[in-house]
Every structure is written in C-alpha cells, then in structure tokens.
C-alpha cells in the first residue's frame, strides 16, 4: 500500500493538471476589465457656480474608450448642468493597459442636491468595432446652495443713501482755514504790489532813457538804418514821458500827448513834440532821414531829457 501511494499520487496530479493550465493561459492572454470612475470637485457650490468633473475609464491598451449621453445630448440638453468647456488625454499607465480621462468644466444651477445624469462608455477596438458598452449611473453629487435667503419672497425695498455725518466743528475750522489762506495772499500780493511800486519810483527814468539812447547811438554807427533809429527813439522819449510825467505816452497818439504836456507846461516842450513828430513822419509818411540827421535827433533827444531831470531838481 506505502509502494502504490505515489503512483496515486501522480496520478492525481494528471487529473488535476488540465484545470490549473486553463486558468494560467486566461491570466496570460486575458484582457484588462474597464474601470469606470467619477469625480466632481466641489461638492457644494452657489447657483450658477462652476464644478469640475472628472470621468476616468481604465481599459485595455488595444482598445478606445469614448463617452455617450454625457458632453453631447444628455447634460447639455437638461437642466441643471451646462457645459463650459472639456477635455480629453490618453495614457498608458502600465503595460497592457490604457486611461481614458474626460475633464469637464460645468456650470450648475437650481436648488438643493443635483445628481450626475447617466451616461454610456463606448469601447472599441483598433478596427473601431464596438467591443463593449458599459451603461453608468454616477453616484457623485453636488448640492446647490441658493443666493439669498429662502424665506424671502419679495423684493426689498433700495434704502437711499446715508448722508456723511461731518461734525459742525469740523466744517468752521476748515471754513476759517481758507479765509485765513485768502488773507494771507492778498496781504503778499499787496506788499509785493507796493514794493513794486517804490522799486519803480526808485529808478530814475532820465537815467535810463541816457542810456538807451547812447546805446542806439552805438547802434546807429554800426549801420542801423534810419528809420529804425527813430522808431526806437520814439519808444524812447515815449516811455520816459510815461515814467517821469506820470502821463499816458506809450499808447496814445502824438496829439494826445502834445495835449497832455501843455496841461503839465513841460520845459523843452517844443523840442519834445518836434522829435515825436518827425518820428512819425518816419514811420507813416516814408521820410528818410540820413545818418547826420539821426545822431542830431538822438543828441536833441538827450537835451530835452537832462534838461527835464534838471528842472525836476531845481523843483525839489
């Protein structure tokens, strides 16, 4: 009995044999089951918010995995999902094996907890037969919260606008501040008036007058015209009137300072009205002087105005 045990065992292991070799070729050649997940993030949004969902098919490398009934006429054509955008890659995380991964962006809305709608992964092969098709019910939810209280039902009434409190002592200081400021330039610009004003009274006119005139003399020799020496010699005589007589020259016409100066009795009165007289002759009737007679009404000019410096003097 001990002699025929392993001739029974062996035996036993023919028998045996046939059913472990089938199920060691089905591991070898068998394919790759699909497996389908879904993932939405967040889980809680406002009306109208956004979520992202993600569906995930492991499959076989020597198939394709595509989605029916999801992106295309099942959430896009009810509420409460809308499609915003997708996207879609394909990996081969090991070997004998492919990923599917569908990424959509979703916009949600009504109220309270909102459930994926169903939809359908396509499987084919590389020859693009369908192999499989695997219907899908997602479990992954999201709930929606509302925008405003559910206990609301009727629109609040706009309150107006909440005037600024500013205290009273606030607005005096800032109304004595700037009363204050408007004093302060009109007393500068008053000093800065008068001081003008003494600066100007300082300046001796006839001084000034000598020395343009001696630098239009200068002007005259390095061969300025004629007529423009008396142009400038008329601005000359005309703003040392205005400055030393206290009368309007500059401005006004010839008659209007004859008459001026005969009211105050100028000394060297004539001798005034002759130079601005042929200056104007120069300016409006084209008279051309020549050079002689240009430095003679330059030194006329200085004449009239030491002489109108020196009678000032013999006043004082």
Do not use: W
């Not at 300016?283 to 009678?311: C, G, T, W």
């Amino acid at each position: 009995m001990v002699a025929g045990f392993p001739k029974q065992l062996l035996f036993l292991l023919l028998v045996l044999l046939p059913m472990f070799f089938p199920i060691a070729c089905c591991g070898a050649e068998g394919k790759v089951q699909p497996e389908i997940t879904v993932r939405v993030t967040p889980d809680s949004v406002l009306v109208g918010d956004r979520i992202r969902c993600t569906i995930t098919v492991n499959h076989s490398n020597q198939e394709v995995a595509v989605l029916e009934g999801f992106d295309r006429s099942g959430i896009l054509a009810e509420p409460p999902f809308e499609l915003i955008s997708r996207k879609h890659s394909s990996s081969l995380p090991f070997s004998g094996a492919g990923m599917e991964a569908f990424e959509f962006e979703l916009a949600v809305f009504g109220i309270g907890r909102q459930s994926l709608p169903p939809f359908t992964v396509v499987l084919r092969d590389t020859a693009g037969r369908v192999t499989k098709k695997i219907p899908c019910q997602p479990s992954a939810s999201v709930f929606v919260r509302a925008l405003t209280d559910s206990s609301m039902h009727d629109l609040r009434p706009v309150k107006p606008p909440v005037k600024p409190s500013i205290p009273s002592l606030l607005i005096t200081v800032v109304i004595v501040g700037v009363l204050s400021v408007a004093g302060v330039v009109l007393l500068l610009l008053f000093l800065l008036k008068r001081t003008v004003r003494n600066s100007a009274e300082r300046v001796d006119s006839g001084q000034v007058a000598q020395r343009k005139l001696r630098k239009l003399g200068s002007s005259l020799s390095a061969g300025m015209p004629p007529h423009e020496c008396y142009e400038e010699l008329s601005n000359i005589m005309r703003t040392f009137l205005e400055n030393h007589y206290r009368i309007r020259a500059l401005e006004a016409v010839t008659q209007e300072i004859e008459r001026d100066l005969k009211k105050l009795g100028v000394a060297g009165f004539e001798s005034i009205m002759n130079l601005l007289k042929q200056a104007d002759l120069v300016k409006f009737a084209d008279s051309r002087p020549d050079v002689e007679e240009s430095r003679q009404s330059l030194h006329k000019a200085s004449e009239v105005i030491r002489s109108s410096r020196d009678s000032v003097k013999s006043e004082g």
